[in-house]
């Protein structure tokens, strides 16, 4: 079946440093790739989608600057938090859509994040 | 904007009962709605998985059903075992993207 990857599982890093996070489809080409934030006991929040090669589109109250996502390959794609703070501590799932819109997205394990 | 609810937000039921998650959700132009279990600080497992033409899936103890047209799913869990305790997501994909439900905590009492 289709398995999505993600790395780290587990990260924790100071103030102020950027983190990056990593997305892979390990057996199929993901034309489509979602960034997902989970807080503590709420539900998946959809951050951005990305399409290879093209930038990303945000959803609203998603500041880019501080999410940069990069969908550089068919099979890769990568969320850096920059400048994190303790309030981007959070659960970040991504998933990935082989191709067709009305194929469904395979997700990742995830990836916590804690910001001392 | 799609919304997708979750009723009841908590369950708590002894071993061995049937139970019933309810997922609503307001637009009913969807290509397929997922139901995942998460456990606490894990990702999504995906239950099941049904297709906006379908009415509802199976597997093993697992029911999923969906009537599209009124904007709801139940997914029926029968007898229920203490492994089953976990938070339970539905989701409906549009196409563009998933929109998640708020989710339903699940334990099941030995």
Redesign the interface.
């Given at each position: 079946g289709a398995v999505v990857s993600q790395h780290p599982s587990w990260v924790i890093c100071k103030s102020g440093t950027s983190v990056k996070i990593e997305c892979r489809s390990l057996d199929f080409q993901a034309t489509t790739m979602?960034w997902?934030r989970q807080f503590p006991k709420?539900?998946?929040?959809?951050m951005a989608?990305s399409n290879e090669g093209s930038k990303a589109t945000y959803e609203q109250g998603v500041e880019k600057d501080k999410f940069l996502i990069n969908h550089a390959s068919l099979t890769l794609s990568t969320l850096t938090v920059t400048s994190a703070h303790p309030e981007d501590s959070s659960?970040y799932?991504c998933?990935a859509r082989p191709g067709l819109?009305?194929e469904?997205?395979y997700?990742?394990?995830?990836t916590?994040l804690l910001v001392l | 904007k799609q919304e997708v609810t979750q009723i009841p937000a908590a369950l708590s039921v002894p071993e061995g009962e049937n139970l019933v998650l309810n997922c609503s959700f307001t637009d009913s132009a969807i290509y397929n709605l997922q139901w995942f279990r998460q456990d606490p600080g894990k990702g999504l497992t995906s239950l099941l998985l049904i297709q906006s033409s379908q009415r509802e899936q199976t597997s093993g103890r697992l029911n999923a059903s969906l009537d599209k047209s009124s904007g709801r799913s139940t997914l029926y869990i029968a007898a229920s075992q203490p492994g089953d305790s976990a938070t339970y997501l539905c989701a409906v994909d549009t196409g563009n993207q998933f929109y998640f439900g708020t989710g339903t905590s699940l334990t099941v009492i030995p």
């Open positions: 979602f997902y709420q539900s998946l929040m959809l989608t659960f799932i998933s819109a009305f469904t997205q997700f990742g394990p995830g916590r | -």
